[in-house]
């Protein structure tokens, strides 16, 4: 059975950072790409970031280009997303996912999923 964790989530100031992490067990974690994505109170779940399963690409939404970064320890089973410079907007309920197929920013190509953890900046 595959299970994603995701952790790392709190409450910070604009202007501060996080690093959320994802733990990935039940799966070939080499062989499968991951994506970061968000849900904001009465907003859709949009993509942050993803990651390929060989670090050959990665794809970040516009406005978090510059101050997320992604990455993955495959000795770990691990993907992080380094959060820097958070904005109010930042604020949601942050989920990783195991890449099936598809458009890498939209949900529906992605199988399974963490539980999510919630990110809050306030101004």
């Known amino acids: 059975e595959v299970q994603l964790q995701a ?11 996080l690093r959320l992490s994802c733990a990935a067990s039940g799966v070939t974690f080499d062989d499968v790409a991951i994506g ?10 949009e993509g942050v970031s993803c990651i390929s399963r060989a670090d050959g690409s990665i794809y970040y939404r516009d406005s978090v280009k510059g101050r997320f970064t992604i990455s993955r320890d495959n000795a770990k089973n ?10 109010p907007e930042d604020t949601a309920v942050y989920y990783c996912a195991a890449y099936r197929s598809g458009a890498l920013d939209v949900h529906s190509s992605y199988a399974y999923w963490g539980q999510g953890t919630l990110v809050t900046v306030s101004s």
């Open 36 to 45: 970061w994505f968000r849900q904001a109170p009465g907003k859709e779940r």
């Open 7 to 17: 952790s790392g989530g709190g409450s910070v100031q604009a202007g501060g950072s």
């Open 78 to 87: 691990t993907v992080y997303l380094q959060m820097n410079s958070l904005e």
